[in-house]
């Protein structure tokens, strides 16, 4: 009992600090707790005047960081104050390990997952910036004429060219049976992955559409089997699992292919 009452007190608490009521890139986060049961608060989504508590964070970390998400980590003091993380692909190279989402006992594998999330954020970013091609601080309207033409090229070759590229990787991970991107069990590469193509076929649903029988391990083994994973099966069915609205991934049909 003493052991138990001892890890209790040892063991770390973690904070979400994003946006309400949208998934945006706190997302790839809430995925990788939800998929190992690891507790967590979404402090936006949770918690009273949560948001200002998530600005305050921010702006008082030292050294601050840039834009939400951080991590907020008692029980990892850094002088003797909570750790705070920021940016997305540096959140999850630091969970990553601690909850066993990278192979074990496999220092290069480790870099291979973080790799494979960190491309897999950049098709993100390429998705936000159909929507916003000139200026991320003004109106879609405002800048339609231009994001008509990054969407054309969008669907046409940039969608194409990631969906090949995470085909191959698929393929040649023989562990893995065209379900994990390295190794044989899920890593966070996996599930930011996973978060990135629901997001492109909520954007992008024609072109997803079409292209999808060309790419059968991603389009269908890799995230049906993403999607079956015990835990995020109940996270998906759950009110924790924000929809996408106008967030990072928007659906204007005009955009579509």
Known sequence: MALRQKKQRTEPKYELLYHPEIPGRGEYIRL???????????????EKNGYQKVLNLITEANPPAFAPPALLVHG?????????????????????PKLGLVPEGDEIAKYH??????????F????HDVHHPIDIEQYYEQQKEEAMKKGKAFTKRRIPKFFGYFETVLKANKEGNGMYLVGKSLTYADTTLWQVLEGIEFAFPKTVAKISKTYPLLSSNFRQNIREH???KEYLS???????????????????A
């Not at 990788?32 to 949770?46: K, L, M, R």
């Not at 003797?80 to 190279?93: A, C, D, H, Y």
């Not at 759950?238 to 579509?256: A, N, Q, V």
């Open 113 to 122: 997952v973080n790799g494979l999330a960190m491309t897999a954020l950049d």
């Open 238 to 256: 759950s009110d924790r699992r924000l929809p996408f609205s106008m967030g990072i991934f928007r659906h204007y049909p005009e955009l579509d």
């Open 32 to 46: 990788v707790f939800e998929a190992t049961g690891i507790p967590y608060t979404d402090v936006s989504n949770q």
């Open 230 to 232: 015990k835990r995020l």
């Open 124 to 127: 993100c970013n390429e998705a």
């Open 76 to 96: 990892g003091d850094y002088h003797g104050k909570p750790l705070v993380i920021s940016q997305t692909s540096n959140i999850l190279l630091y969970l990553g």
